[in-house]
């Protein structure tokens, strides 16, 4: 007997912090697409970053749903590129936007399995029986000094450059996103946030809350107060996926 198809159900939180003026992250989330996009750059540009990925988004989601098809990594790569061409058009038409960019940690649901497409920092988990693995690989120096042998995991937490990306979407140059595809199994669950969240919490508080509150509403909105209990120093966004048969 074949097994029935998965299902996905999720929930959204994204909150200001306590120490920044204006929310500079974007989230997407539909049956077929869920994104977190962190910007950077300054007052207001971070913002425009940020929306203008999720633009190309939420044009790819309204593209599938028109079309009844699914995103694979190659409609992703054409997404992150398309997020791409409309940062460098915002700049060209806006000079003042000149050095802004955004993360983009992407997940397409195909009714069997999670495709994702990932630039930055901000960060995709998977729960699974209890463990939780962080799926996605930052683009930072500090994690390419990690990967290096150069510095310990334990000593990267706080190292004073770990925010600073070696890669991002930007107003100039094409995005070099990853692109990969992930065992995806019923009740896996999937965490999906900007570095507002990931930076403050630590693996065993995130695995504690995703263990232990099993709606995804109250589960993003006890890591939001997560993050804000540690000091909030940056824009909290995040998305929780619970799959299911």
Same mark, same amino acid.
């Given at each position: *007997?074949?097994?029935?198809?998965?299902?996905?159900?999720?929930?959204?939180?994204?909150?200001?912090?306590?120490?920044?003026?204006?929310?500079?992250?974007?989230?997407?989330?539909?049956?077929?697409?869920?994104?977190?996009?962190?910007? *950077?750059?300054?007052?207001?540009?971070?913002?425009?970053?940020?929306?203008?990925?999720?633009?190309?988004?939420?044009?790819?989601?309204?593209?599938?749903?028109? @079309?009844?098809?699914?995103?694979?990594?190659?409609? +992703?790569?054409?997404?992150?590129?398309?997020?791409?061409?409309? +940062?460098?058009?915002?700049?060209? @038409?806006?000079?003042?936007?000149?050095? *802004?960019?955004?993360?983009?940690?992407?997940?397409?649901?195909?009714?069997?399995?999670?495709?994702?497409?990932? !630039?930055?920092?901000?960060?995709?988990?998977?729960?699974? @029986?209890?463990?939780?693995?962080?799926?996605?690989?930052?683009?930072?120096?500090?994690?390419?000094?990690?990967?290096?042998?150069?510095?310990?995991? @334990? +000593?990267?937490?706080?190292?004073?450059?770990?925010? !600073?990306?070696?890669?991002?979407?930007?107003?100039?140059?094409?995005?070099?996103?990853?692109?990969?595809?992930?065992?995806?199994?019923?009740?896996?669950?999937?965490?999906?946030?900007?570095?507002?969240?990931?930076?403050?919490?630590?693996?065993?508080?995130?695995?504690?809350?995703?263990?232990?509150?099993?709606?995804?509403?109250?589960?993003?909105?006890?890591? !939001?107060?997560?993050?804000?209990?540690?000091?909030?120093?940056?824009?909290?966004?995040?998305?929780?996926?619970?799959?299911?048969?």
């Amino acid at each position: *007997m074949e097994p029935g198809p998965l299902t996905i159900s999720y929930a959204v939180a994204s909150d200001v912090g306590q120490r920044r003026e204006a929310n500079e992250d974007s989230v997407y989330t539909s049956p077929r697409l869920l994104a977190v996009a962190d910007g *950077m750059g300054g007052h207001v540009a971070g913002e425009v970053a940020s929306s203008g990925a999720v633009a190309a988004i939420a044009a790819l989601d309204e593209r599938l749903e028109a @079309e009844s098809a699914k995103a694979g990594v190659e409609a +992703l790569a054409e997404a992150v590129s398309d997020a791409g061409r409309r +940062l460098r058009a915002l700049v060209e @038409e806006d000079s003042r936007l000149q050095g *802004m960019g955004t993360t983009l940690t992407v997940l397409a649901w195909d009714g069997a399995s999670f495709a994702v497409a990932h !630039v930055g920092d901000s960060r995709a988990y998977r729960l699974r @029986e209890g463990e939780l693995v962080q799926v996605t690989r930052d683009h930072t120096v500090v994690q390419e000094l990690v990967d290096q042998g150069r510095i310990s995991p @334990e +000593l990267a937490v706080s190292h004073p450059q770990r925010s !600073v990306l070696t890669r991002a979407l930007q107003g100039a140059g094409e995005p070099e996103p990853d692109l990969f595809v992930l065992d995806t199994r019923a009740g896996d669950r999937y965490l999906i946030c900007s570095d507002g969240l990931s930076d403050v919490a630590t693996p065993e508080q995130l695995t504690e809350v995703l263990t232990t509150v099993p709606d995804p509403e109250e589960a993003v909105q006890k890591l !939001v107060e997560l993050a804000n209990a540690g000091g909030g120093p940056d824009n909290i966004s995040c998305i929780v996926a619970d799959v299911a048969a």
